[in-house]
């Protein structure tokens, strides 16, 4: 989980997006947002929502569905090949994004 977590996160920044990775390795919540950290509503009212619904929705055409509160859980039924495989499909809609295309 941590794996994904931080695969993320690395992705966001080599795409100039400001991403939000929170939790504990096997269940973790991601979040556009420039704070790095939340704790308390307001942190997370700020969120763009609409950037997170976006990259959903572009996972989804990867073949990968998200919950969209942002969300994350991993198990041990997740493989190597199932982690490489969600970071390769973040990174293409993370570049759709960044880009300013709509996934």
Not at 14 to 22: C, D, K, P, T
Not at 31 to 51: G, M, N, Q
Request: proline letters at 4%; one cysteine or more; a positive charge.
């Amino acid at each position: 989980g941590a794996r994904l977590r931080d695969g993320l996160a690395e992705r966001g920044v080599a795409h100039g997006l400001a991403l939000r990775l929170q939790g504990p390795g096997p269940m973790f919540h991601m979040a556009f947002s420039a704070l790095p950290r939340a704790s308390e509503y307001r942190h997370v009212a700020t969120d763009d929502r609409a950037a997170y619904q976006a990259f959903c929705r572009g996972m989804l055409l990867q073949g990968m569905r998200l919950i969209e509160r942002g969300l994350w859980y991993v198990s041990a039924a997740h493989t190597e090949a199932d982690i490489e495989a969600t970071l390769a499909a973040a990174d293409r809609v993370l570049g759709m994004i960044a880009a300013g295309r709509s996934p």
